[in-house]
T-cell receptor, first 112, second 115 residues
Framework: GQQLNQSPQSMFIQEGEDVSMNCTSS?????WLWYKQDPGEGPVLLIALYKAGELTSNGRLTAQFGITRKDSFLNISASIPSDVGIYFCAGQLFTSYDKVIFGPGTSLSVIP | GAVVSQHPSWVICKSGTSVKIECRSLDFQATTMFWYRQFPKQSLMLMAT?????????EQGVEKDKFLINHASLTLSTLTVTSAHPEDSSFYIC???????????FGPGTRLTVL
């Protein structure tokens, strides 16, 4: 089946630093999604990408849909303590109505 | 934005009992809802896709007789864990799909602990 890989698995950064995380897939996806999950809560959608090559920003967050459709990255600029959490990439195979397949997540810790 | 609620937020039950978890879309209608399970320090694993008025579609390896799903209305889907056992202890999360744009909004999750 479809499998997503995320790197790094975890990261510890200093407040104010920029963060970059990647997601790769064994399959082509038509939609890439990035979610953040805080402990004990459901995931919250950060950015949705619908076209290969698309670069989208949401405040300090920027994500890109890879040209091959098999990868995506998420950048966070000027990190702050509330950025702490688990970041999941996710993909949808065909349309935005499909089931969402989640990657294993990247755990981000921000040191004040 | 669209809001999805889950009830209860946490539940503790004895082994062998059944537990029902509700997922509601509060300000929109959802013809499709999804149920996920998340074990500690792991990702979300899709269990089943729930369509209003029809039978749920279960992912491979998920027992449909153990995890009963009912999507009786456009705003409510329920997941019943039947004859729960300690290995069923997990964080169960639902998502609801909006029509039109097709965005999925996730609920806050339900923590199930089976003793």
């Amino acid at each position: 089946g479809q499998q997503l890989n995320q790197s790094p698995q975890s990261m510890f950064i200093q407040e104010g630093e920029d963060v970059s995380m990647n997601c790769t897939s064994s399959s082509i996806f038509n939609t890439w999604l990035w979610y953040k999950q805080d402990p004990g809560e459901g995931p919250v959608l950060l950015i949705a990408l619908y076209k290969a090559g698309e670069l989208t920003s949401n405040g300090r967050l920027t994500a890109q849909f890879g040209i091959t459709r098999k990868d995506s990255f998420l950048n966070i600029s000027a990190s702050i303590p509330s950025d702490v959490g688990i970041y999941f990439c996710a993909g949808q195979l065909f349309t935005s109505y499909d089931k969402v397949i989640f990657g294993p997540g990247t755990s981000l810790s921000v040191i004040p | 934005g669209a809001v999805v609620s889950q009830h209860p937020s946490w539940v503790i039950c004895k082994s062998g009992t059944s537990v029902k978890i509700e997922c509601r879309s509060l300000d929109f209608q959802a013809t499709t809802m999804f149920w996920y399970r998340q074990f500690p320090k792991q990702s979300l694993m899709l269990m089943a896709t729930s369509n209003e008025g029809s039978k749920a579609t279960y992912e491979q390896g998920v027992e449909k007789d153990k995890f009963l799903i009912n999507h009786a209305s456009l705003t409510l889907s329920t997941l019943t864990v039947t004859s729960a056992h300690p290995e069923d202890s997990s964080f169960y999360i639902c998502s609801a799909l909006t029509s039109g744009v097709g965005t999925q909004y996730f609920g806050p999750g339900t923590r199930l602990t089976v003793l």
